[in-house]
């Protein structure tokens, strides 16, 4: 079979058919990044062209309250900042980390409802000068392009209200929940709205909402189908009627939602993680003629080489059977993973990967 885009890889794996190979993509952490660089990596290359993975473009847009972004205390290994939500963070710089979450401006309904009316769908929420630039290279090259979306439980509580807090009001106020769920979907399909009339069209719609953690979920079904379900149901509609797929970003064990993500149409769920209690050849067994499934190598290994080499010989000739399958790993690849270790990982994927 003759070399493909990413383009032409993707649109294949989302129609369940064959391509020259299964798609290779990934995100390391930065300090990853920072190893690889030591390792040899020139720093003026992207990971992807250095290691010749996938191109994916992402289009986002802004629909954050847009409170002020400053830095409060800085030092050699962590910055601590605010967001434009309204959340204080403090990073480490040199370590593969998620932040550490200080404060947060959005408490309560009466903070909502001051945050809710910062946020509107106006035009300079969009990045026009990037997309110009942008946008006719991506086509050309055949990359595959994605329309995120921002919204839903995950970011709410991690990123713009706090974890305990939003678990209790989804029991002792679900409206407010659902409020910011819904207003925070609608400005962004707004927005998107505006890219796509444009003319800066794109392939799917991405979104990132961890519903689940190690063996367990931060809800039950009944909460998911009453509070959740119909904005994931809102956006993946959205999507269809443009012609285009829904992927979905849910870390953790969320297998009791993916009966229901499939019934609600759903084209694609990463990141499968292994860890956490994801099966990804059952899924392969059970849903692979509908859902699209992305991940699933389990990152604990890459750092392993005889282990990630059975891992990917055991997996990914049955994952990409018929299609359906993006490779990456089941979350991050961590900073332990060696310049050589993901070289050789990548090769590995390219050859059992081939449909020739």
């Not at 992402?58 to 967001?83: C, H």
């Not at 699933?296 to 055991?314: C, F, H, M, S, Y």
């Amino acid at each position: 079979m003759d070399k493909m885009t990413s383009h032409e890889r993707f649109r294949r794996m989302y129609e369940h058919q064959p391509a020259d190979r299964v798609p290779i993509i990934d995100g390391p952490w930065q300090a990853t990044i920072e190893r690889w660089q030591r390792e040899g990596m020139p720093e003026n290359v992207s990971f992807v062209d250095f290691f010749g993975l996938d191109h994916v473009a992402s289009i986002g847009v802004d629909n954050s309250p847009r409170y002020e972004e400053k830095t409060i205390e800085e030092d050699d290994s962590t910055k601590t900042f605010t967001t434009k939500f309204g959340a204080t963070l403090r990073q480490w710089k040199h370590a593969a980390s998620t932040p550490e979450f200080l404060d947060f401006t959005i408490v309560d309904p009466e903070s909502w409802r001051k945050a809710k009316k910062r946020i509107e769908p106006t035009k300079d929420r969009v990045n026009w000068a990037h997309l110009q630039t942008n946008y006719k290279s991506w086509r050309k090259k055949g990359y595959w392009i994605q329309g995120s979306l921002w919204f839903g439980f995950d970011v709410t509580h991690s990123w713009i209200v706090g974890t305990e807090r939003i678990l209790f009001a989804l029991v002792e106020n679900p409206e407010w929940c659902m409020d910011m769920f819904s207003h925070l979907l609608e400005v962004n399909l707004a927005l998107l709205d505006l890219v796509w009339d444009a003319g800066y069209t794109f392939d799917a719609i991405g979104w990132p909402d961890d519903m689940g953690y190690k063996h367990n979920q931060f809800f039950s079904i009944d909460m998911y189908k009453e509070l959740l379900a119909p904005f994931h149901q809102r956006a993946i509609d959205w999507a269809h009627a443009k012609g285009i797929k829904a992927h979905l970003h849910s870390c953790g064990d969320v297998n009791p939602f993916v009966p229901l993500l499939v019934n609600m149409g759903l084209d694609a769920l990463n990141p499968l993680e292994v860890k956490a209690g994801m099966d990804t050849l059952h899924l392969k067994r059970t849903y692979g003629q509908k859902l699209l499934l992305h991940g699933g190598i389990n990152a604990v290994l890459w750092d392993k080489p005889d282990q990630i080499r059975a891992e990917i010989e055991t997996k990914l000739p049955s994952l990409k059977e018929n299609g359906g399958y993006i490779f990456s790993s089941d979350h991050s690849v961590p900073s332990s993973v060696s310049l050589e270790d993901f070289r050789g990982i990548v090769e590995l994927a390219k050859k059992l990967g081939s449909y020739d």
